[in-house]
């Protein structure tokens, strides 16, 4: 917590050419002249961030870029290879007259001038303005917020819930809408980017051109991250509250498991594209410092728990790095497939994890220990069971999914039952569907006790599956109590003491950047007893 309480933006900006600036010793004085007046151009084309919240401080993002959809190798985003140094603050008001904290940072051309600061220091349960100053540029303003206080008593909790934003497929009115409901945090569930690009075959689904072919190396996941981030309805979303993010599949490549992706031959051959894509994962989210890949390592800690005062603990988990390999599979296709238990025997053994062992074990962990109101389990995928049919009517099962861990899933939602673990809600994406389901004991037996209540938002932009294909299912799936494929959208979670309500929220059209938004579908879940019940749609 430094700074004076009331400085002005001239005295700001002199601070930032001072002598002090220039200390040889870790960036030297030729290195800081190099980028300091980016030549003119905005810096901070790619806008500001945050995330993690903690009671005490929260992890501030930006990226320096001139030019930021720019593959240049040598000038990543438009910059001159070297470190810039720039300062951040932080504020209870949006002039900036009363300075909560204040400091300075690196940009190092290694992270692509991404940064991330770790601010501490700050008042439990509060909002926050912040920016950064690099030479002469200011960033825009983000608005952020602290935590609660563990012990503190919390009236509510809003969360806008995100997944799946194909940028290609469609404008990104789902994220305006988002920031306009004014939510304590965001999440986002993965498919944060799509890192292929549409076949020309398919040029029917394309709204706006990615502008690049299929990332596959860093230069290439940067370019991607960047470009996303140049949407406007992003970049305010972005501005306009803390998030908390994990991954699925498209961060890195489709229907990727582990070490092996569907299309690679052996793990030797995907390392690399992991590792690159990990490393920009990094570099665009508010991740903390610590949290940043070894180089080459394809290795990236994301799995946490992040609570909010008395009323909730927030689970994020990461359903990729970890799990073995989708079972069943045959080269040259080792992705998601629809096996029987004829065929694929494997996938029913007990010793696959889609989380691995050390997660699962925290995740039970915090499971027996959280006494919490409302205890959320965000994570990438549809959990409940889903029976689909084979050609002969035979019980078949989507191997991507939870469907190809059934053990880890089953021990999952045993432990949640035999712990007592308080008000278990699983929120999920990946499906480009919504999806309301009781999670049960057991999913074959109709009168078995739902044990946790699911929500799945469906996508921000992707393309939904078949409708009627999924609807024809609902009879075999009787703990299915809500599906819908046909609309574009997000969740709004309003979590409170005594009960909490999920609005399934939808725009009228992804080819449209303003179209406005509706509620399809309201929930809410009472206090001590799992599974959603229907309420009269809001506005
Ligand atoms: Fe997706
Ligand atoms: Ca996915």
Redesign the pocket.
């Known amino acids: 917590m430094t700074g004076s309480p009331s400085v002005s933006r001239r005295a700001l900006l002199a601070g930032v050419g001072a002598v002090a600036f220039c200390a040889p010793s870790l960036i030297g004085c030729a290195n800081r002249e190099a980028n300091r007046d980016f030549g003119g151009a905005n810096p901070f084309k790619l806008g500001v961030a945050s995330g993690e919240p903690g009671p005490n401080g929260v992890v501030l993002w930006t990226r320096l870029a001139t030019v930021p959809l720019s593959q240049d190798p040598v000038y990543v985003g438009g910059m001159i290879p070297k470190p810039v140094r720039l300062r951040w603050e932080v504020a209870e008001d949006e002039p900036f007259t009363r300075l909560a904290a204040s400091g300075e940072a690196i940009a190092a051309p290694e992270d692509a001038h991404s940064v991330h600061v770790e601010v501490a220091g700050l008042a439990p349960g509060r909002w926050y303005f912040y920016r950064f100053i690099a030479g002469d540029a200011v960033s825009p303003i983000g608005r952020t917020r602290t935590a609660p206080g563990p012990t503190d008593p919390v009236d509510r909790l809003r969360l806008a819930v995100a997944?799946?934003s194909?940028y290609e497929q469609g404008y990104f009115a789902g994220y305006r809408h988002m920031a306009e409901d004014a939510p304590d945090l965001c999440l986002f569930l993965?498919?944060y980017i799509y890192a292929y690009t549409t076949a020309a075959a398919k040029r029917a689904q394309i709204v706006r051109e990615n502008g690049a072919p299929e990332a596959t190396d860093l230069a290439g996941y940067r370019q991607r991250y960047a470009l996303y981030r140049t949407d406007p309805d992003l970049a305010r979303l972005h501005a306009a509250a803390p998030c908390l993010v994990t991954w699925?599949d498209?961060e890195v490549d489709n229907d990727y498991g582990g070490d092996y992706s569907a299309l690679f031959a052996s793990e030797a051959a995907f390392h690399g594209r992991r590792a690159a894509a990990y490393q920009a994962y990094w570099e665009h989210m508010p991740l903390a410092p610590s949290r940043r890949p070894r180089p080459g390592s394809a290795s990236l800690p994301l799995y946490r728990s992040v609570s909010w005062g008395r009323l909730a603990e927030i689970a994020l988990l990461d359903g990729r790095q970890f799990r073995p390999v989708q079972p069943c599979g045959t080269p040259p296709w080792r992705g998601g497939r629809l096996v029987t238990d004829r065929d694929c025997p494997e996938r029913l053994d007990p010793a696959r994890s889609m989380l691995g062992s050390a997660q699962e074990a925290w995740l039970y962990d915090l499971f027996a220990r959280t006494r919490r109101g409302w205890t959320l389990i965000a994570q990438d995928l549809l959990m409940a069971q889903l029976k689909q049919r084979a050609d002969k009517g035979e019980a078949a099962w989507w191997t991507d999914g939870w469907e190809g861990y059934p053990a880890n899933r089953a021990r999952l939602i045993e432990t949640l039952a035999k712990r007592r673990t308080p008000n278990p809600v699983v929120l999920g994406?990946?499906f480009?569907a919504f999806w309301v389901t009781d999670l049960k004991a057991d999913f074959d037996d109709p009168r078995a006790p739902t044990v946790a209540t699911e929500f799945v938002g469906t996508?921000i932009s992707?393309l939904g599956p078949p409708y009627e294909r999924f609807a024809r299912l609902l009879p075999d799936n009787p703990h299915m109590r809500f599906f819908d494929s046909r609309q574009r959208g997000y969740l709004r979670v309003d979590v409170g003491q005594t009960a909490a309500t999920c609005d399934l929220r939808v725009i009228a059209d992804a080819r449209d950047p303003a179209s406005p938004v509706a509620t399809l579908r309201s929930y809410r879940i009472d206090d001590g007893r799992p599974g959603a019940v229907p309420i009269a749609a809001s506005s």
């Open positions: 997944s799946c194909n993965g498919d699925d498209h994406g990946d480009h996508s992707a």
